[in-house]
């Protein structure tokens, strides 16, 4: 009778002990997640953040623009073929 009981008293044991990190490694889950989800989150922010920057930034350079209407409207614009073909050389490699 006295093995059985101490036969008892350890399953207990060890049935308490299992809850215990069950429970410890749901939290852990949980904290895990909630941490994953605030990256996401100020990613987002982030995000939205730049997007809003680069609404605010122009495509093109209006200041270049000009200079070059400039000069083409009064004939000192210089086109240079030399180096035109040697640039589309160099981008395909021939």
Known sequence: MEINKLSSAVSTEFNTNKSVTAHKKNSDT???SVSKQQD???DWKLLAQ???TLQS???VDMDK???????????SFEIMLD????KILTQHGK
């Open 50 to 52: 730049a997007q809003q």
């Open 30 to 32: 949980e904290t895990q």
């Open 57 to 59: 930034v122009s495509d």
């Open 40 to 42: 996401i989150s100020n």
């Open 65 to 75: 623009v000009a200079s070059i209407r400039n000069a083409l409207s009064n004939g």
């Open 83 to 86: 180096k035109i073909a040697d």
